[in-house]
């Protein structure tokens, strides 16, 4: 038994990047601050419609984990990735234990949290397939895995049988079963100071000019017309379960529902604007540090389309509650943020 041995930075909800940013610490000696990474890789939008979906209606405030985010990063911080899913548990546990081998540790995910022993509030009593580990070690003959987490200090232990079961998801459109991440870092490494301004100039032409009309501002703006269209579209059921997606990716944690929306109290307490109150705060941070007024100018207009989301989310728990259409005030709102939105990333480019 062998366990790679790399700096490890805790940080809870921020599992999709924490092993990306031990594995920089580890070839660099700098930790990066906060949850930047974490925020400028997610922050985003998407409006998805699908009516063989679950929900037909999908709002999601980013843009997603796993292969996006490293397709966003890798040339940013200096990276080569091999992406691997849909394999089986066998042939990906080979490729995997063969890069620990080499000394590459291997990001793996999504796992189900139902299977990680060390966390007995989740093991063996609630499904929740969004979790992400780094392996840096394994044992064959003992039958045990180890990995570091994002809410935990020290390297944890995981049976291969539960390692087995956590990477057995299948979500359509999200993640396949046994998926797993390969990062490689080159000689040319990028400094904070160089990941903030490619990374931000990077998101904001994606957001202002998407690939695709449900993505960025193109989709926000689609939704401020669109959602008008609902009351005709869906049966009230189907509103009540696309508003109720929309707020909970609201969350600027993991996609959990306002307090309001629970029969049980919340630990961490959310502001439910979708993480750009703390986008603002670092933007704020970094154009002092790196003499970027413009930064300071996005920052100011992300603290105000944070502001706007959380209304909006307060807005859409109102109908779910009451049942009392709310749908021109949420599209007033939108429309608001799209124009916030629009103006920060313009900063950024």
Excluded at 25 to 49: A, C, H, R, V
Aim: hydrophobic share 40%.
């Amino acid at each position: 038994m062998s366990i790679i041995e790399l700096p490890h930075k805790v940080a809870d909800f921020a599992c999709p990047i924490n092993g990306l940013e031990d594995m920089y610490e580890w070839k660099t000696g700098n930790q990066l601050p906060g949850y930047f990474l974490m925020d400028l890789s997610m922050i985003g939008f998407m409006y998805l419609k699908n009516k063989k979906a679950p929900v037909q209606r999908m709002v999601c405030w980013g843009n997603g984990t796993g292969r996006v985010q490293h397709e966003l990063l890798s040339d940013i911080l200096g990276y080569q990735w091999t992406f691997s899913e849909g394999k089986s548990f066998k042939t990906a546990w080979k490729e995997i234990c063969a890069s620990v081998d080499r000394g590459i540790p291997v990001i793996l995910g999504m796992l189900d949290m139902f299977y990680l022993p060390y966390y007995p509030r989740f093991y063996h009593k609630m499904h929740i397939p969004q979790h992400y580990v780094l392996l840096v070690g394994y044992d064959n003959e003992r039958g045990e895995a180890y990995v570091k987490d994002n809410g935990h200090l020290n390297v944890k232990t995981i049976t291969i049988d539960d390692l087995r079961e956590s990477l057995n998801i299948e979500m359509p459109g999200q993640v396949k079963k046994n998926t797993f991440c390969i990062v490689e870092f080159g000689d040319q490494i990028a400094p904070l100071k160089e990941i903030a301004e490619k990374g931000l100039k990077k998101k904001a032409s994606l957001f202002l000019n998407p690939p695709v009309g449900f993505m960025g501002i193109k989709g926000l703006r689609h939704l401020a017309k669109d959602i008008m269209n609902w009351p005709a579209e869906l049966f009230p059921q189907q509103i009540k379960e696309s508003l109720t997606f929309l707020v909970t990716f609201t969350c600027s944690t993991v996609p959990m529902p306002p307090q309001r929306l629970l029969s049980y109290p919340i630990n961490h307490p959310d502001t439910h604007q979708a993480i750009r109150d703390r986008f603002s705060k670092e933007l704020s941070e970094l154009a002092k540090e790196f003499q970027h007024p413009e930064w300071e100018q996005a920052s100011c207009e992300f603290a105000l389309s944070g502001e706007l989301i959380g209304q909006l989310t307060d807005a859409a728990v109102d109908q779910i509650l009451a049942g009392t259409s709310c749908m021109e005030k949420m599209s007033d709102l939108i429309s608001e943020i799209a124009k916030h939105e629009e103006k920060a990333f313009q900063y950024l480019r």
